[in-house]
């Protein structure tokens, strides 16, 4: 059973910078890709980030210049650094780990979301 638990969500301004962390509790975490994905009210989830356990990344084109993606495979943690961020960006934010270790495999286990608000 593999749990996933989000944190760093929070209320920024416009320019502003967050970093989400996500905790991995459960066997072979360390082993699968792991990333992000948000949805914004009204509308589909996206993938924003999937990182590899030997750190291939990939990152939503559209925001490849302001989100970093990066794990700790000793802790079983994935980060998602924000910056720059603008009011488009709110929305919650979803860690997953997948069901396998390629960077576009499916997400099998979720967490339960953390929101990010952007805005004056």
């Known amino acids: 059973q593999v749990q996933l638990v989000e944190s760093g969500g929070g209320l920024v301004q416009p320019g502003g910078s967050l970093t989400l962390s996500c905790k991995g509790f459960?066997?072979?975490?360390?082993?699968?890709?792991m990333g992000w994905y948000r949805q914004a009210p009204g509308k589909q989830r996206d993938l924003v980030a999937a990182?590899?356990?030997?750190?291939?990344?990939s990152v939503k084109v559209s925001l490849k210049d302001r989100f970093t993606v990066s794990r700790d495979n000793v802790n079983d943690v994935v980060y998602l650094q924000m910056t720059s961020l603008q009011p488009e960006d709110s929305a919650v934010y979803s860690c997953y780990s997948a069901a396998g270790d390629l960077v576009n495999s499916p997400p099998e286990h979720w967490g339960q979301g953390t929101q990010v608000t952007v805005s004056s």
């Open positions: 459960g066997s072979n975490v360390y082993r699968n890709t």
């Open positions: 990182i590899t356990p030997g750190n291939t990344k």
